[in-house]
């Protein structure tokens, strides 16, 4: 089956207002910004997105950011991005914060059939026991908190230990960006790029993937697939301006 599509705004024309979005990328690397950028362009609003962080105030979902068009973040970091910072202690942004690896298995478990499953991670914290501000309000007091969650102990090789329960992330979309991929929506990312890019993948029922190669089913090898095309519902190959076009956080020289 061929998913390529002629162009990102033809993928994404189906997102809805209050979709919920799985975004591929760890700060600015790996960040599917053309199909970010669609989006703006659609006028797409009242999104939620489960992503490692928000870009930057100027790339990335920091664009959707900066014209209002997310109710939520499902995130792990806030750094980087003022303007995130700004809505979610102002009351204007919902946010979710949550320990990085908890929330790249909980995509993954979502896509694959798991409900929920349980970890150290944050037992005996407000993780575990609720109470995280997830959004204020105008006068800075906390609107909405963080339910507590199950604990159960477990035997463990060094004894009992207790263990949080938490739930599998499905989203309505996936976003993320490959360096290869093919007709079929096989995908292969490079390097750190790969991120969270094959989390969200997995995890959206209906997955978008930019490209910077596209190329003909049977040119990547079996082996070499990070995310199998199974995952891949539809493909935008980027031209080779948009593939060059990639930002970095903070330029650094000697």
């Known amino acids: 089956m061929d998913k390529v599509v002629a162009s990102a705004a033809e993928a994404v024309a189906d997102i809805p207002d209050g979709a919920t979005l799985a975004v591929g990328g760890f700060g600015l690397c790996g960040i599917p910004s053309?199909?970010?950028?669609?989006?703006?362009?659609?006028g797409v609003t009242d999104l939620e997105a489960v992503s490692n962080n928000c870009g930057v105030d100027d790339w990335g979902l920091g664009r959707l950011l900066m014209e209002k068009r997310l109710r939520r973040m499902v995130s792990s970091y806030v750094g980087e991005n003022k303007e995130f910072a700004r809505q979610y202690l102002s009351g204007e942004l919902e946010v979710e914060l949550t320990p990085q690896g908890t929330l790249a298995e909980r995509m993954r478990a979502g896509g694959s059939g798991i409900p929920a499953f349980f970890t150290a991670t944050g037992v005996g914290t407000q993780v575990a026991e609720g109470g995280l501000p997830w959004k204020y309000d105008a006068d800075g007091g906390v609107e909405v908190a963080s339910p507590a969650k199950e604990v159960r102990v477990f035997e463990?090789?060094?004894?009992?230990?207790e263990f949080v329960l938490e739930r599998a992330i499905v989203a309505d979309f996936g976003l993320v960006r490959a360096w290869k991929g093919d007709r079929h929506g096989n995908l292969v990312y490079r390097d750190s790029a790969r991120n969270f890019n094959p989390l969200a993948a997995m995890c959206g029922r209906v997955t978008l993937a930019e490209v910077e190669e596209l190329v003909e089913p049977g040119e990547i090898e079996p082996n070499d697939v990070h995310t199998p095309g199974v995952f891949v519902q539809r493909v935008v190959a980027l031209t080779p301006e948009q593939a060059a076009d990639k930002r970095i956080e903070k330029r650094t020289v000697r």
């Open 34 to 42: 053309v199909l970010i950028e669609a989006l703006l362009e659609a």
């Open 156 to 161: 463990t090789a060094e004894g009992e230990k």
